[in-house]
């Protein structure tokens, strides 16, 4: 069975300083990644995903993420923080489960950007 | 397009009564979710749908009952409210290909 743990539930950073936003998973099989962006009262927005391909990751409003398989790690990162960034992000597995693949999400990390 | 669009927004209900959340998407997705959001937990499956026909249990899916009506929709029916199930629920569909799932703007569901 999969799982995801993400380290924080929250994370405050100063706009203009980086950002570290931390996931562990475990999986059986080789599984896809991805982080999901929630602004308040909104609907899930994806932010990028990883799936087998490069280790580092590319995604919208500057995030990236690598992939590394040996810490069993996929923390999103971003140089420089912007006010709008503030959100919860989610940390989520995609793996083989019943007829289909299926998602498993991380409890979230709210980040908070302070000016 | 319109992507995942769920009806209602917003509701609230008293314990025992019934309803059911309605998903629709235009993509011409084959797979389906419903998910419940709760602070702190992230999202918990529900119940799932791979392809028209056919549905089947999530995490979570005591309480609840899911039809998939056709390709485009998926309903999930409540039919004895509990305070319990006070949460924000969320469609999702995703394309035959791709392991990326497409939410809606959620349902933020009240029972007294």
């Known amino acids: ?115 | 397009n319109a992507g995942v669009t769920q009806t209602p927004k917003f509701q609230v209900l008293k314990t025992g009564q019934s309803m059911t959340l309605q998903c629709a998407q235009d993509m011409n997705h084959n797979s389906m979710y419903w998910y419940r959001q709760d602070p702190g937990m992230g999202l918990r499956l529900i119940y799932y749908s791979a392809s028209e026909g056919t549905t089947d249990k999530g995490e979570v899916p005591n309480g609840y009952n899911v039809s998939r009506l056709n390709k485009r929709e998926f309903s999930l029916r409540l039919e004895s409210a509990a305070p319990s199930q006070t949460s924000v629920y969320f469609c999702a569909s995703k394309g035959l290909t791709s392991d990326t799932q497409y939410f809606g703007p959620g349902t933020r569901l009240t029972v007294l």
Not at chain 1, 36 to 43: E, L
Not at chain 1, 83 to 103: H, K, N, P, T, W
Request: with cysteine.
């Open chain 1, 1 to 115: 069975a999969q799982s995801v743990t993400q380290l924080d539930s929250h994370v405050s950073v100063s706009e203009g300083t980086p950002v570290l936003l931390r996931c562990n998973y475990s999986s059986s099989y080789s599984p896809s990644l991805f982080w999901y962006v929630q602004h308040p009262n909104k609907g899930l927005q994806l932010l990028l995903k990883y799936t087998s391909a490069a280790t580092l990751v590319k995604g919208i409003n500057g995030f990236e993420a690598e992939f590394k398989k040996s810490e069993t790690s996929f923390h999103l990162t971003k140089p420089s923080a912007h006010m709008s960034d503030a959100a919860e992000y989610f940390c989520v597995v995609s793996d083989i489960s019943g007829s289909a693949r299926q998602l498993t999400f991380g409890s979230g990390t709210q980040l908070t950007v302070l000016p």
